[in-house]
């Protein structure tokens, strides 16, 4: 997750960890720190790791920092960050209360509306897979 997100042109270092969510599953929360006299919107950033990235590994907290907590290797302290966004997660902006709707590249067809089951439309999918009123 982090090369995708690093990949933007803006992007100087950007660390990625779980949080704990409300339904008890843990979502993906990054920490952005730019390059210097850069600047990016949640909504550029989200879009960048769209195309870059499958729709489930984008994260869903987003942060910008100017300085991160550092060990004395100068390695970020993950867990520090971790620790503090689990803390007040409301100090990240969360994509979804954004309204932020994440796209798959592929869409996964709907047997039901296409009147094709879902191994006729799969490219290179055995015909033995086809149900007999598709074959």
């Known amino acids: ?7 933007h042109r803006e992007v100087a270092e950007v660390p990625v960890f779980p949080v704990s969510s409300p339904l008890g599953e843990g979502e993906g929360s990054c920490v952005v720190m730019f390059k210097a006299g850069m600047n990016i919107t ?4 989200i879009e960048h790791c769209q195309r870059n990235m499958s729709y489930f590994m984008v994260s869903r907290y987003v942060n910008f920092f100017s300085d ?3 060990s004395g290797t100068h390695t970020v302290e993950k867990y ?3 620790r503090e966004a689990q803390a007040d997660l409301n100090a990240y902006r969360d994509r979804e209360k954004a309204g932020i709707v994440l796209r798959r590249k592929y869409p996964v067809a709907d047997p039901r ?4 089951c879902l191994p006729c439309v799969i490219p290179n999918a055995p015909r033995e897979s086809r149900t007999p009123a598709c074959r």
């Open 42 to 45: 949640e909504a550029e950033l």
């Open 68 to 70: 991160m907590p550092r």
């Open 1 to 7: 997750m982090e090369q995708g997100i690093a990949t």
């Open 113 to 116: 509306s296409s009147g094709r």
């Open 80 to 82: 520090k960050l971790q």
